[in-house]
C-alpha cells in the first residue's frame, strides 16, 4: 500500500466493481498529469526571470511594497518597480494574485519557508 496503491479489490469483485476501479484510476492520472503539465509550465516561466528579478518576485508574493523590497534588497524603489513590472511581464500575469497562483502552481518555496 506504501508504493502507491490507492484502491484495492477483495477477492471475489465482479467486472462492473473492477470497471469502476479503473475508471478512478484513470480520472486520477489524468488530473495528475494535468497538475504536473501546470507546474512545468509554471516553472518554465520562472526560469527566464533573472536572479535579481527572481529575488523581487518572491519578495512581492509576501505582500511587500516596491519600498519594502527595495529596503530589503538594498535597492532603489524605482528599480524594484521596474524589476517587478519585468517580472509581471515575462510571467504573463497582469496582478499580484495572479502572480502568487502562478508561483504556487510551480511549487516554489517562497524567501523564509522552511
Known amino acids: 500500500m506504501k508504493e502507491g496503491a490507492v484502491d484495492f479489490l ?5 467486472s462492473d466493481e473492477l470497471s469502476k476501479i479503473i475508471e478512478r484510476a484513470l480520472v486520477r492520472s489524468t488530473e495528475q498529469q ?3 503539465a501546470q507546474r512545468n509550465e509554471a ?7 533573472t536572479p535579481r528579478e527572481f529575488e523581487v518576485m518572491q519578495l512581492v508574493v ?3 511594497l516596491n519600498k519594502q523590497v527595495g ?6 524603489e524605482r528599480t524594484i518597480k521596474a524589476h517587478r513590472g519585468q ?3 515575462k510571467l504573463g500575469v497582469v496582478s499580484v494574485a495572479d ?14 519557508d522552511a
Open 87 to 89: 517580472v509581471m511581464r
Open 34 to 36: 494535468r497538475r504536473m
Open 71 to 76: 529596503a530589503e534588497l538594498g535597492a532603489a
Open 43 to 49: 516553472r518554465r516561466l520562472l526560469e527566464l526571470l
Open 62 to 64: 509576501t505582500g511587500m
Open 10 to 14: 477483495q477477492k471475489p469483485f465482479t
Open 99 to 112: 502572480l502568487v497562483r502562478l508561483v504556487q502552481r510551480a511549487g516554489v518555496a517562497l524567501s523564509g
